[in-house]
């Protein structure tokens, strides 16, 4: 099975100095401290668990055994605690070997939250040693100055601190529920593209806030299944037969929310010059998007 990684995700350098900074190696230390401190009880990790995340993160990078070790527990833990040297060739650049460590934290969380999915009707506490292992190392990434964040499985690269506390973080939390999970997927596609500087950015943000809509109109049954786009969802929540879910006010903000963000990325521009948002638009564009779902999926 193909596992998404940061390696991978992130291929173009983002890490220029020669050696990873004191920080960022004590990031990696209280990462391994809150792996087999904090979780390994509650979620009762075994050998099993330290191997699948070995292996995803060997057939990914394409590479063999990660360390050499007595156990996969502890070739997990070594490989993410190990000192950064230039002359080592395994280590290749320090951008490479930040790369690494940061894939296997990112599989090591991920197949956590999966495995306290598992256990959580018979073990609720599971869920919330996860929670707050989640909240530790997006405290301790932004102590070490990562300008990273870890949501819902992956590693992406952080907006402003107080957009990631105060909208990005909560909008995440909210989007673990699996009938979230194409508004959680777009939303990270969003991110991925404005990194990559791509122009269609936006239109997955919209996209992410579309889907949300829809899913709130559906499970209410509010849905006619004769919309025809975002604007007729949109209707459904203001009607007064929905109790005014969104005011009207509201309603008119988020059509035009679709009419300059998401429709000029919807069709094609004809003689017309192609959309064009700056950085900073797309930007807004993204943030707006997390913010009205947070607040919607709230509501609902």
């Given at each position: 099975?193909?596992?998404?990684?940061?390696?991978?995700?992130?291929?173009?350098?983002?890490?220029?100095?020669?050696?990873?900074?004191?920080?960022?190696?004590?990031?990696?230390?209280?990462?391994?401290?809150?792996?087999?401190?904090?979780?390994?009880?509650?979620?009762?990790?075994?050998?099993?668990?330290?191997?699948?995340?070995?292996?995803?993160?060997?057939?990914?990078?394409?590479?063999?055994?990660?360390?050499?070790?007595?156990?996969?527990?502890?070739?997990?833990?070594?490989?993410?605690?190990?000192?950064?040297?230039?002359?080592?060739?395994?280590?290749?650049?320090?951008?490479?070997?930040?790369?690494?460590?940061?894939?296997?934290?990112?599989?090591?969380?991920?197949?956590?939250?999966?495995?306290?999915?598992?256990?959580?009707?018979?073990?609720?506490?599971?869920?919330?040693?996860?929670?707050?292992?989640?909240?530790?190392?997006?405290?301790?990434?932004?102590?070490?100055?990562?300008?990273l964040h870890y949501h819902n499985g992956i590693l992406q690269f952080a907006r402003d601190e107080l957009t990631e506390t105060r909208t990005a973080e909560p909008c995440w939390i909210l989007l673990r529920d699996a009938k979230w999970a194409n508004v959680d997927r777009e939303?990270?596609?969003?991110?991925?593209?404005?990194?990559?500087?791509?122009?269609?950015?936006?239109?997955?943000?919209?996209?992410?806030?579309?889907?949300?809509?829809?899913?709130?109109?559906?499970?209410?049954?509010?849905?006619?299944?004769?919309?025809?786009?975002?604007?007729?969802y949109i209707d459904n929540l203001v009607s007064q037969q929905s109790g005014r879910f969104v005011a009207p006010w509201e309603g008119d903000m988020l059509r035009a929310y679709f009419v300059h963000v998401r429709n000029p990325h919807g069709h094609g521009a004809g003689s017309?010059?192609?959309?064009?948002?700056?950085?900073?638009?797309?930007?807004?564009?993204?943030?707006?998007?997390?913010?009205?779902?947070?607040?919607?999926?709230?509501?609902?």
């Amino acid at each position: 099975m193909i596992q998404e990684i940061f390696l991978r995700r992130y291929p173009q350098q983002v890490y220029w100095a020669d050696h990873p900074s004191a920080e960022m190696h004590r990031f990696f230390l209280q990462a391994a401290h809150i792996i087999f401190d904090d979780l390994v009880e509650p979620l009762q990790l075994d050998i099993g668990f330290f191997k699948r995340a070995h292996d995803a993160l060997a057939r990914e990078a394409g590479c063999g055994r990660l360390y050499d070790a007595s156990s996969w527990d502890a070739v997990c833990g070594e490989f993410l605690t190990e000192t950064y040297d230039l002359w080592n060739d395994h280590h290749s650049s320090a951008d490479a070997f930040l790369k690494m460590r940061l894939s296997l934290v990112e599989l090591l969380f991920r197949f956590a939250e999966e495995r306290a999915r598992e256990l959580a009707p018979r073990a609720p506490a599971a869920v919330s040693a996860v929670a707050s292992a989640v909240k530790e190392l997006n405290g301790r990434l932004r102590h070490a100055g990562m300008g990273l964040h870890y949501h819902n499985g992956i590693l992406q690269f952080a907006r402003d601190e107080l957009t990631e506390t105060r909208t990005a973080e909560p909008c995440w939390i909210l989007l673990r529920d699996a009938k979230w999970a194409n508004v959680d997927r777009e939303l990270k596609e969003a991110i991925e593209r404005a990194e990559g500087q791509r122009q269609d950015a936006a239109f997955h943000a919209a996209k992410a806030l579309e889907s949300a809509i829809k899913i709130i109109s559906d499970d209410k049954g509010w849905s006619t299944g004769r919309e025809r786009g975002a604007a007729n969802y949109i209707d459904n929540l203001v009607s007064q037969q929905s109790g005014r879910f969104v005011a009207p006010w509201e309603g008119d903000m988020l059509r035009a929310y679709f009419v300059h963000v998401r429709n000029p990325h919807g069709h094609g521009a004809g003689s017309q010059p192609p959309p064009n948002l700056t950085v900073h638009q797309t930007d807004w564009a993204i943030e707006i998007a997390m913010a009205w779902i947070k607040n919607l999926v709230r509501r609902s």
